[in-house]
């Protein structure tokens, strides 16, 4: 079984900077993706990241393109999301979420992912 579990959250102020971690168990299967996902309270699940695990280019949404960069420790299984230049709107539960099949078209869909971290609250004030 395939579990996750994030840390690295915390309060900064706008401007600051966060590096979040998912760390992965139970999965050798060393291929696939990892996506990264926010929520606000009463707000929708919002897609980040994606990287391919393994190497290879990442993928941002337009709201954090060139303030977060995705980045992975293959030999520790984990996968870390740098948050620099944070904003007020930046702020909510950050979410990793893993998929285990080597191709996807759908990055920013929840549905694409088989299993989710639990995740940790990144709040900037």
């Known amino acids: 079984h395939v579990q996750l579990v994030e840390s690295g959250g915390g309060s900064v102020q706008p401007g600051g900077s966060l590096n979040l971690s998912c760390v992965i168990t139970g999965d050798t299967y060393g291929r696939g993706y990892v996506g990264w996902f926010r929520q606000a309270p009463g707000k929708e699940r919002e897609w980040v990241a994606l990287?391919?695990?393994?190497?290879?280019?990442?993928k941002y949404s337009d709201s954090v393109k060139g303030r977060f960069i995705d980045s992975q420790d293959n030999e520790k299984n984990t996968v870390f999301l740098q948050m620099n230049s944070l904003k007020s709107e930046d702020s909510g539960m950050y979410f990793c979420?893993?998929?285990?099949?080597?191709?996807?078209?759908?990055?920013?869909?929840?549905?694409?992912?088989?299993?989710w971290g639990q995740g940790t609250q990144v709040t900037v004030s």
């Open positions: 979420a893993r998929r285990l099949r080597t191709h996807i078209t759908y990055w920013e869909l929840p549905t694409s992912y088989e299993y």
């Open positions: 990287t391919s695990i393994g190497g290879g280019a990442s």
